[in-house]
């Protein structure tokens, strides 16, 4: 998924990656992960939780804090936080949409 389809990401298409992301770097099945249930309890430890918020950063095109797995702890609270965060790029990019509208109309 680039950083432009992030856009558009609601809150379901963001806890389907972060299932598959957590799925894959633990090897566990996807179906062994719930939405509300601390992300440290199927043993991700705090390197891992590092490199999942730098994963997210290059994802959304955003800097994330590396302790926001520690602020949104289950599946269920990043998803929402990484959905408002591309709430704020879709707001971002209709402004910088705006802009190139209006430069281009005064060439």
């Not at 379901?12 to 894959?24: C, G, K």
């Not at 709430?87 to 430069?103: C, H, I, P, R, V």
Request: charged share 25%; glycine share 4%; aromatic share 8%.
């Amino acid at each position: 998924m680039s950083s432009t389809e992030l856009h558009q990401m609601s809150k379901d298409v963001a806890s389907d990656w972060i299932v598959a992301y957590l799925a894959d770097c633990l090897k566990i099945e996807p179906s062994r992960i719930e939405a509300h249930v601390v992300l440290s309890e199927y043993g991700l430890d705090s390197m891992q939780a590092v490199m999942m918020s730098g994963d997210i950063s290059e994802l959304t095109g955003r800097e994330v804090p590396p302790n926001i797995l520690y602020e949104y702890p289950t599946v269920d609270q990043l998803a929402a936080y990484m959905e408002k965060l591309s709430g704020t790029d879709l707001k971002s990019l209709y402004a910088e949409a705006e802009n190139w509208k209006f430069d281009v109309r005064n060439l």
